[in-house]
């Protein structure tokens, strides 16, 4: 469940919210969408004076350049919250948030309501709740791209496809609790759709598989065909899956070594001595020639340089946090402030994608506390370069789509024991 921000609308304009809400009702969402053009856009006479009253004086309030448009935000979200459950409710949500963007001119001279209204709508156009509103409305009424279809599109368009940004790419600053419940009810669907998709694929993988060695290709090749669910080459898919699901050559999965890791835990190691077997833990499976010509050298300084001054004391799960937490900042990203990625983008180009989101995984696997964090980082990427086009991101799209499958596996329902004795993946 994602974290709801403090109460909106404690003073008069929850008489506007309850207004909205009670009329969701008995209103169909054209004459919602009408009712909002014309308390907020045109200020035109409106039929509960009430509410029109509370609307002029919120609007010339000292203070209304910070509430009014967070006001126009919270009544939006009412709206799409109920709409979203509705049947043919998405065009309506996308009318709406087209109608704020392109508001009808109004004839003859304004008047100083309007003047004002429509001021105040230009600073919430003009601030961070319209665009998170925007890819709201992408995220709900977006199409699956697939890989033919997505080079020239922006990366933006891409929302569709990675459910676990909602919470960090898709949530407005105030946290509204009818945005939280649109992107919890819409997150939570997309989520089941994608692992169940990535399961057909692979249970149909295996089948081809298996009846290829006993029958022969031709049979094999008149299987119904199951579509590859997402943006990687069928080949570079199996490499993914054996890599997340897959176990070593010493017969151990990922699962395996984190939870043999985090059993030493229990030992209650030193901080220092929790850190030089972190370095081991991490440093297995990085390619040998990478790692020898510098990388695994500035690894091991990073972690030696977390928690330095607490090296005599015990490792708890406090310092497990900040430890794993320190390094998503390193591998990934430090803030939406400090947004250099250069480590993360070097890690791409000379291990790959599979093996750079295996490494984050296995910090996170260890500190599960951390997973909302990364997936944080990633969002912040994924907004910095949301205006690219994908084929100028191929290298982040590529994270993303080996982060879906990773997580699929290891934090969702997809039953990847089962799929195991696949031993190659492919057509």
């Not at 045109?42 to 509410?51: H, I, L, P, Q």
Request: glycine fraction near 6%; charge should be positive; charged fraction near 25%.
């Amino acid at each position: 469940m994602f974290a709801v921000g403090k109460k909106i609308g404690s003073g008069i304009e929850q008489v506007v919210y309850e207004h909205f809400q009670r009329l969701l009702k008995t209103e169909t969402p054209e004459q919602l969408i009408e009712r909002f053009r014309s308390l907020f856009i045109e200020g035109a006479s409106y039929g509960d004076s009430r509410v029109w009253a509370t609307i002029e004086t919120l609007a010339f309030e000292n203070t209304a350049e910070q509430n009014f448009p967070l006001i126009i935000n919270r009544c939006c979200h009412i709206l799409i919250n109920h709409w979203q459950l509705q049947p043919s409710g998405n065009s309506s949500i996308d009318q709406l948030i087209g109608m704020l963007a392109n508001p009808d001119p109004i004839p003859g001279k304004y008047s100083k309501i309007v003047r004002r209204l429509r001021q105040l709508l230009q600073l919430y156009l003009k601030g961070n709740d319209y665009p998170t509103l925007n890819r709201l409305n992408t995220a709900i009424n977006g199409q699956i791209l697939d890989r033919d279809a997505i080079e020239s599109e922006p990366l933006g368009k891409l929302i569709t496809r990675y459910p676990y940004l909602y919470e960090h790419y898709l949530v407005s600053a105030e946290r509204i609790p009818e945005n939280i419940q649109t992107i919890e009810r819409i997150q939570k669907k997309l989520q089941e759709r994608q692992e169940t998709e990535l399961s057909h694929y692979f249970t149909y993988q295996v089948r081809k598989s298996r009846i290829k060695a006993q029958v022969g290709r031709e049979a094999a090749n008149n299987l119904p065909r199951v579509a590859n669910p997402t943006l990687l080459p069928s080949k570079d898919l199996g490499v993914a899956f054996l890599q997340f699901a897959g176990k070593d050559k010493g017969g151990k999965s990922y699962q395996d070594l984190s939870h043999s890791f985090a059993a030493r835990l229990q030992t209650k190691p030193t901080i220092k001595g929790f850190k030089r077997d972190l370095y081991k833990y991490l440093t297995v499976g990085i390619d040998s020639s990478y790692g020898i010509r510098g990388f695994n050298d500035r690894l091991g300084k990073t972690i030696d340089s977390i928690l330095v001054d607490r090296d005599s004391q015990q490792i708890d799960e406090c310092s497990l946090v900040k430890i794993c937490t320190h390094l998503l900042n390193y591998l990934v990203l430090e803030s939406s402030t400090k947004a250099q990625h250069f480590v993360f983008i070097d890690l791409i180009n000379n291990l790959g994608a599979a093996a750079t989101i295996s490494l984050l995984l296995k910090i996170v696997l260890i500190s599960t506390k951390t997973k909302p964090q990364l997936e944080n980082r990633l969002s912040i990427l994924f907004q910095h370069y949301e205006s690219s086009r994908c084929k100028e991101v191929a290298w982040l799209v590529k994270s993303l789509e080996h982060w879906n499958v990773a997580e699929s596996i290891h934090f969702g329902k997809l039953d990847a024991s089962s799929l195991i004795l696949l031993q190659s993946i492919g057509e």
